[in-house]
């Protein structure tokens, strides 16, 4: 019986202590950096960070112009996953980075190659940066998260970007705002 109250009690205290973390951390949280002229600042390192996804738009499944014809590597910064995981909620400072790679030229009209593993649709280069920044205060008026364009290029991307317009990307976003602005349906982490 003593040896139950006292795991009991070991798990409360570890229960407490990970949502203690949780909760301090948050406040800790960050991959975003701003300049002096309020622009962010390229995240480095994004693709070691926590991979949460790699959807793909093709254009020959979408009428032959797809808005982001390419994949899309998602990354998350580690230390605001870890604050998601252990309660359900990005946290300010969180930041997302959605690099875009082009498909590798196909052998069919569908843009499909054969390879080895069968035929398929394989990432080719990148071709594009995009970041989402979590800030409640900052970004207020596009539901606490600020949108950024570092090029739809090749590398180099640019050094530092503004936030978009609204209409360029927060207005797609506001179709998921019940799960924080994400499409949390195309990322297995994230469900």
Not at 20 to 44: T, W
Not at 86 to 105: C, M, N, R, S, Y
Not at 146 to 159: A, D, K, T, V
Not at 160 to 171: H, I, L, R, W
């Amino acid at each position: 019986m003593k040896i139950i109250r006292i795991y009991c009690l070991v798990l409360i205290a570890l229960f407490g202590a990970g949502r203690l973390f949780a909760q301090e951390s948050s406040a800790a949280i960050g991959a975003a950096v701003f300049n002096s002229a309020d622009e962010l600042l390229l995240p480095l390192g994004y693709r070691q960070w926590v991979f949460i996804g790699a959807p793909l738009t093709p254009n020959q499944l979408n009428g032959g112009s797809a808005a982001f014809p390419e994949y899309h590597h998602v990354y998350v910064n580690p230390d605001a996953y870890a604050v998601y995981r252990a309660t359900g909620t990005f946290p300010d400072g969180t930041v997302v980075a959605k690099e875009l790679l082009l498909l590798q030229k196909g052998d069919h009209a569908d843009g499909s190659k054969n390879a080895a593993s069968g035929r398929g649709f394989f990432a080719g280069d990148y071709n594009g940066l995009d970041v989402m920044v979590k800030d409640s205060s900052r970004f207020a008026e596009t539901n606490g998260w600020g949108f950024f364009n570092f090029g739809h290029h090749q590398p180099p991307y640019l050094p530092a970007a503004t936030p978009q317009a609204e209409k360029d990307c927060a207005g797609c976003h506001r179709a998921v705002e019940k799960t924080d602005m994400l499409f949390k349906q195309f990322y297995p982490l994230l469900r």
